[in-house]
């Protein structure tokens, strides 16, 4: 086999965890194809770990270090893989190696979404390639086809499944009927879930993937902070019933979209028809969705986390970065000169379900309709179920600006004929035509 002439790249390994274990195999054991594939041998130069004493079977004990900055601006290392996560001291060590002319693979999705301008800065400040595939739905090819791909096109949309816990934890409330509680302590028993699922599951996770999504897509800045976040703590067994007998299943999204008005980036809960191609993204499996003027409606599918695929989209930026230092090149820039505004969550344009117990007597359905109105939100569907001397009101709504569909809400929740709100989540996607 042809394995180069001679040259070779060193790699400094930051972080031998799930995914750095993964990667330190992948190099391992690929190393000759890698060497053909990029025209050197990538050598594994050291890996920084938090402890020497920690079980790594198949890594080389000699390769370990406990002095990450040291690794990552050793003379000898070309390439920097961090793949420790967090800000610090991922950021210090991302900039220091840098500085030091590394090229830079990350896999830190927190770091690019919360100080991805200065770590861009860092970038062209010292030549050095910055490529993250993997800090964003794991294996799928996403920021590529983003950044490269549609970069001759206007993107207009991107919506998507980005987090794997939350997606498995809705899947297992809608098909056994269990709540969140019990879906939740299922996905930390099958280890899809961390015994601390804050990131997850209040949607912080999913943020900082849609900035980093919604930055690509639309050339501009877009931090974690302008992204409106909400987690599916609150969604209830109730909630996926009613979904259910709208033929809509929940699901969490990411919803990034370019307005005259400028971006919007929000995370929540959401309704969408079971015919939508998301509704069928099961388990821990992430899918997005992406609408470009002339490309049309594209989605991409598959591994969203777990050691391994993420390892591959991170050893695919490791043979990028290869190939470029070796033809003396960088990657693209990040391109940011939309400049577009953050539009707040109350300006975006949204649709609600909403169920109502209600009394089901006359005169009930005029005041919850005369709510609506008052904020000149217009209704889309009524549907009402007798129970009894009490009724429930299942109402879709047409597209309103959310601050309007929330202040609709307030006012339902206080008329004397609503008994409860029983449920309210936005809804996404078009109607089944059947
Ligand atoms: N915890 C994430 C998920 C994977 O559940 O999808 C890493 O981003």
Known sequence: MNEGDGKTLRVALLGCGVVGSQVARLLREQADDLAVRTGARIEVAGIAVRRLSHPRPGVDQALLTTDAMGLATRPDVDIVIE???????????????????????????????????????????????????????GAIPLLRPLRESLAGDT??????????????????????????????????????????????????????????LAGLAFHTRVTAADVHREGITEVTAADIASAKTLRRIVKLLAICERSDAGVSVRVHPAMIPRSHPLAAVGGAYNAVFVEAQSAGQLMLYGAGAGGTPTASAVLGDVVAVARNRLAGTRGPELSTYAELPVLPMGDTLTRYHVSLDVDDRP???????????????????????????????????????????????????????????????????????S
């Open 155 to 212: 993107v207009h949309r991107v919506l998507g499944i980005v987090n794997g816990t939350t997606n498995f934890i809705l899947d297992r409330m809608d098909t056994s009927g269990a709540d969140f509680g019990e879906s939740l302590e299922e996905a930390q028993a099958l280890g899809y879930a961390e015994p601390d699922p804050t990131a997850d599951v209040e949607g912080f996770d999913a943020a900082a993937k849609a900035a980093i």
């Open 83 to 137: 793949v420790i996560g967090g800000i610090e001291p991922a950021r210090s060590l991302l900039l220091a190696a840098m500085k030091a002319g590394k090229s830079v693979v990350t896999a830190n999705k927190a770091l690019l979404a919360e100080h991805g301008e200065q770590i861009h800065a860092a970038s062209r400040t010292y030549g050095a390639d910055l490529y993250y595939e993997a800090s964003v739905a």
């Open 363 to 433: 005169g009930v359905l005029a005041p919850v309709a005369e709510a609506f109105a008052r904020h000149d939100v217009s209704i889309q569907a009524v549907r009402q179920t007798s129970r009894g001397d009490e009724a429930l009101l299942v109402i879709v709504t047409h597209e309103a600006r959310d601050a309007d569909l929330a202040a609709t809400i307030l006012e339902l929740q206080a008329l004397p004929v609503v008994r409860a709100v029983a449920s309210v989540m936005r809804v996404e996607g078009e109607e089944d035509p």
